[in-house]
Each structure stands twice: as structure tokens, then as C-alpha cells.
Nanobody, 128 residues
Framework: QVQLVESGGGLVQAGGSLRLSCAAS????????MGWFRQAPGKEREFVAA????????NYADSVKGRFTISRDNAKNTAYLQMNSLKPADTAVYYC?????????????????????WGQGTQVTVSS
């Protein structure tokens, strides 16, 4: 079992940047596929990005491609989401998620049902 804690959210102007962190408990972080999702007010939670266990393979939602970068540092038990060129439409609560799996399919891990563990979320607000 793993516990996830997000941080790094806040208020930023459009065009700005933020880096979210997801700190995981335990000593087997490298065994988990990690994902980031977000939920805007009145909307369903949606996929943002996912990364395989080694960090060598990633997948992104079309809406964030070229602006967001997912990464991980297994030695620090932390996953990251670097968000650049932020837009008001990016305003949401951002959640990290984890699942202990070996095989990575970008398409499969775009589904929130594929994940076993979730953090509590961190608010990102982008002003125009």
C-alpha cells in the first residue's frame, strides 16, 4: 500500500508555470505506474498524464501536450507535473494516482479506474 500527498498548487496568472509534486510513502515507489488527473468545478475528473515505472514512457491528454511534463524521481519517491503556459481552463483540483503494475499502456492508464491509490488533491487556479 502507498500513501500519496500532492503539493505545489496555487494561484498563477495565465501564461505562468507551476510544478506539482506527489510524494509517496513506502519503499517500493519504483514499482508503481503514476498518473495525474484533474477535476474542475462541475466537471468529471479527467486524465492529464501518466508515466511508467522507470520514467522512460509517458502519455498525455491532448489538452496538455506540449505544455505539461510528467516525471519521477524514484530515489526521492516523488512524481512531478511541470505545468507551463497555463490557461484558465487548467483551473482544477489536481490528483496524483498510483498502481503497482509492470506493463505500461498509455491508453489503459488514462482511465482513472486503472489506479488503486489516490492523493487528496491540490488546487490549481489560473487567472486570466
Amino acid at each position: 500500500q502507498v500513501q500519496l500527498v500532492e503539493s505545489g498548487g496555487g494561484l498563477v496568472q495565465a501564461g505562468g508555470s507551476l510544478r506539482l509534486s506527489c510524494a509517496a510513502s513506502g519503499q517500493t515507489f519504483g514499482s508503481y505506474i503514476m498518473g495525474w488527473f484533474r477535476q474542475a468545478p462541475g466537471k468529471e475528473r479527467e486524465f492529464v498524464a501518466a508515466i511508467n515505472r522507470s520514467g522512460s514512457n509517458t502519455n498525455y491528454a491532448d489538452s496538455v501536450k506540449g505544455r505539461f511534463t510528467i516525471s519521477r524521481d524514484n530515489a526521492k519517491n516523488t512524481a512531478y507535473l511541470q505545468m507551463n503556459s497555463l490557461k484558465p481552463a487548467d483551473t482544477a483540483v489536481y490528483y496524483c494516482a498510483a498502481v503497482p503494475r509492470y506493463y505500461f499502456s498509455g491508453t489503459y492508464y488514462a482511465n482513472e479506474g486503472a489506479y488503486d491509490y489516490w492523493g487528496q488533491g491540490t488546487q490549481v487556479t489560473v487567472s486570466s
